[in-house]
C-alpha cells in the first residue's frame, strides 16, 4: 500500500516548475517590432517582458540560435486619449491604450501556447492595456506607456504557464 501511494505522486512536480513546460529551459526574445509611430515603445516592451521572464519563469534568455523557444511580440497600436477636461478644455484625464499581438513558438514553429477553443494552428494572442494619468498631478505620458509596457508584460507572461 505504501509503494502504490509514494509512486502515485511521481507526476507531481513543486514550486514554480509546476507553472511552466518541462521541456523548455532557454527561450529568445527579439525586440518587439512595433507598428507605432513612437520607435521607444518596442524597446520598452521588450525590457519588461524580459524582465518579467527572469523574474517570474524557470527559462533562460538567451540568443536566437541556440533558444528552445521564440517569443514573438509585435505592438499593432498605441493611442493617447483625453477622458475629461476642465471648464477651459484643458486636458484633465487621459488614456494610454497599447495593443499587441504574441506568438510563442519552439525551434520547428509549432505554437507553445495551449488553448482549448481554438484549433492546433498558428494562433496569436491579442491583449490590450490601458492606463490613465493626470498631468497636473506631475504624470506623464512616458510613465504612462512605461506601466502599461510593464502590465502587458505580465499578461503575456502569464499566458507562459502550462494548462492544468
Keep these: 500500500m505504501t509503494a502504490f501511494s509514494i509512486t502515485g ?8 516548475a509546476n507553472l511552466y513546460r518541462n ?10 517590432r512595433s507598428d507605432s ?3 521607444e515603445l518596442g524597446v520598452l516592451l521588450t525590457e519588461a517582458i524580459q524582465k518579467e521572464v527572469e523574474k517570474r519563469t524557470p527559462y533562460k534568455l538567451t540568443q536566437s540560435y ?27 484625464l487621459l488614456e494610454t491604450v497599447l495593443t499587441v499581438e504574441m506568438s510563442w513558438t519552439d525551434r520547428r ?6 488553448t482549448r477553443f481554438l484549433p492546433p494552428v498558428d494562433v496569436s494572442h491579442y491583449f490590450a ?3 490613465d494619468f493626470v498631468p497636473e498631478a506631475g504624470q506623464s ?13 505580465d499578461h503575456i507572461v502569464d499566458q507562459m504557464e502550462a494548462r492544468w
Design 9 to 16: 505522486c511521481l507526476g507531481y512536480r513543486f514550486g514554480n
Design 23 to 32: 521541456d523548455i529551459r532557454t527561450i529568445h526574445v527579439p525586440v518587439v
Design 37 to 39: 509611430f513612437r520607435p
Design 66 to 92: 541556440s533558444a528552445d523557444s521564440i517569443l514573438n511580440v509585435r505592438l499593432t497600436s498605441d493611442a493617447k486619449r483625453v477622458k475629461s477636461e476642465t471648464i477651459t478644455d484643458e486636458p484633465r
Design 109 to 114: 514553429g509549432m505554437s507553445l501556447i495551449e
Design 129 to 131: 492595456e490601458r492606463t
Design 141 to 153: 505620458i512616458a510613465t504612462s506607456f512605461q506601466h502599461a509596457a510593464e502590465r502587458l508584460a
